[in-house]
């Protein structure tokens, strides 16, 4: 370590973190392959063609740069940040250890993420997590996936379409619980249709080495692969000499993302929403308190995309008012693939100050044009002055104007 630096990172693995090798970049980039494979068989004039695994592995390995960090660490010298590799633990205000040797601090930035949930029904057979299945170069006969939140239903659909027997196994009474019940409706109709076992109100009770997994309804389900995705934890480890206060969700913050005196907790591990975009918009809250500035987060409008095909986008509070509009009912969805996916804009609205304050969108690339309703809920862009925005055409955001139409006719 460079003891003259005045900025040093410790990282006990990959620089970049989980996003960048084991979650959102090399996931996109196996969901992207299977999504043009699954589109030729859409789209008339063109021939239905499997995607081809050693091609979809050399992509995401290239993608991740085959789990090494070095252009990572490039850009740590280019802006003289020092690298200490170790685990550490903060042993008293004011120091960190690192793998035995200590390290003195005036500000301390704690940003480590979060690991997977594990049910003790699972813990003592062999299983995946998203580590192992965005590392794998291996298609399996047959995998079942324990969770439909977005990790589970990402990975669900694209070992189905690699060619897997996907079985789908949610102990609650829909997929993606966690988003607007509209969107998981179209998303559990496509993976029936793809040929996903989706099998609802149903929770693992044990599982054998084998896999044998036996199941709350009395039935068992053997699987060459289980996919364990129930969901990720704050990673507290090492913080008790912080002077932090931990709860259930993870470190408690404030509004500067200030987690204790000169210590600030940002990303995952302060349980505020556990997207990378969010940890990157905290970091730059935190980064500018340290230096002085008057900043606030402000978590009114943060959006989120789930990867599925078709792709959910939301952002804000998706209750109260509404208005949905039909996306096969834009000219874009015609010209797009047919038959057209089913998808939608359902805007939500506050009615007295008439601005949005949620939305959910489900169709292609909907996470793209998502854009617009997460900028007018966070700047409370009046409903007329969306009314007034000229959308291209054509295009899929153009039922935005429709839906937000509808929605304004029903406040009037």
């Known amino acids: 370590m460079d003891k003259d630096s005045e900025l040093t990172l410790v990282e006990q693995h990959l620089v970049g973190g989980e996003c960048s090798y084991y979650a959102c970049m090399p996931t996109?980039?196996?969901?992207?392959?299977?999504?043009?494979?699954?589109?030729?068989?859409?789209?008339?004039?063109?021939a239905p063609e499997r995607p081809d695994p050693a091609g979809v592995w050399s992509w995401r390995d290239w993608m991740t740069s085959n789990w090494t960090?070095?252009?990572?660490?490039?850009?740590?010298?280019?802006?003289?940040?020092?690298l200490?590799?170790?685990?550490?633990?903060?042993?008293?205000?004011?120091?960190?250890?690192?793998?035995?040797?200590?390290?003195?601090?005036?500000?301390?930035?704690?940003?480590?993420?979060?690991?997977?949930?594990?049910?003790?029904?699972?813990?003592?057979?062999?299983?995946?997590?998203n580590r192992e299945a965005t590392m794998t170069h291996e298609i399996p006969e047959s995998l079942a996936v324990m969770g439909s939140g977005p990790v589970g239903s990402e990975l669900a659909q694209f070992f189905a379409r690699m060619g897997s027997r996907v079985t789908l196994l949610e102990r609650g009474d829909r997929l993606l619980?966690?988003?607007?019940?509209?969107?998981?409706?179209?998303?559990?109709?496509v993976f029936r249709e793809e040929g996903i076992d989706v099998r609802l109100g149903v929770a693992v009770v044990e599982a054998e080495p084998g896999v044998r997994v036996k199941l709350s309804d009395?039935?068992?389900?053997?699987?060459?692969?289980?996919?364990?995705?129930?969901?990720?934890?704050?990673?507290?480890?090492g913080l008790d000499g912080a002077g932090v206060t931990v709860e259930?969700?993870?470190?408690?913050?404030?509004?500067?993302?200030?987690?204790?005196e000169n210590v600030w907790a940002i990303g995952d591990v302060n349980g505020v929403a556990q997207f990378t975009h969010v940890g990157k918009y905290q970091a730059r809250i935190a980064a500018a308190d340290l230096c002085g500035?008057?900043?606030?987060?402000?978590?009114?409008?943060?959006?989120?995309?789930?990867?599925?095909?078709?792709?959910?986008?939301?952002?804000?509070?998706?209750?109260?008012?509404?208005?949905?509009?039909?996306?096969?009912?834009?000219?874009?969805t015609s010209t797009y693939e047919k038959p057209s996916r089913e998808g939608f804009v359902r805007v939500f609205a506050d009615p007295e100050e008439r601005?949005?304050?949620?939305?959910?969108?489900?169709?292609?690339?909907?996470?793209?044009?998502?854009?617009?309703?997460?900028?007018?809920?966070?700047?409370?862009t009046p409903l007329d002055v969306l009314l007034d925005t000229i959308q291209p055409y054509p295009t899929f955001s153009e039922a935005i104007f429709f839906a937000v139409q509808e929605l304004a006719a029903s406040l009037s």
């Not at 996109?28 to 063109?46: F, Q, V």
């Not at 259930?248 to 204790?260: F, I, L, Q, S, T």
């Not at 900043?295 to 599925?308: C, E, K, L, S």
């Not at 208005?323 to 000219?331: G, I, K, N, V």
């Open 28 to 46: 996109k980039t196996m969901l992207r392959a299977a999504e043009l494979s699954s589109s030729l068989d859409r789209a008339p004039g063109l």
């Open 293 to 332: 500035q008057d900043v606030r987060a402000d978590y009114r409008a943060i959006p989120a995309g789930i990867f599925t095909d078709p792709e959910i986008g939301t952002v804000g509070r998706t209750e109260g008012v509404s208005a949905r509009y039909e996306l096969q009912s834009t000219p874009r």
């Open 69 to 82: 960090d070095d252009g990572q660490l490039q850009f740590l010298q280019d802006n003289d940040c020092a």
């Open 355 to 380: 601005v949005l304050v949620g939305a959910v969108a489900v169709g292609p690339q909907a996470t793209e044009w998502l854009g617009q309703l997460t900028l007018a809920v966070r700047s409370a």
């Open 218 to 237: 009395g039935s068992t389900l053997d699987t060459e692969r289980l996919l364990v995705a129930t969901g990720r934890k704050a990673n507290v480890q």
């Open 248 to 260: 259930r969700r993870g470190v408690v913050v404030d509004e500067r993302c200030r987690a204790a």
């Open 177 to 189: 619980g966690r988003v607007h019940e509209d969107a998981a409706k179209v998303i559990l109709d």
């Open 84 to 129: 200490l590799r170790g685990t550490a633990r903060v042993t008293r205000p004011g120091v960190v250890e690192v793998d035995g040797e200590e390290i003195e601090y005036d500000a301390l930035i704690l940003a480590t993420g979060s690991v997977p949930v594990i049910p003790e029904e699972v813990a003592g057979v062999e299983h995946w997590t």
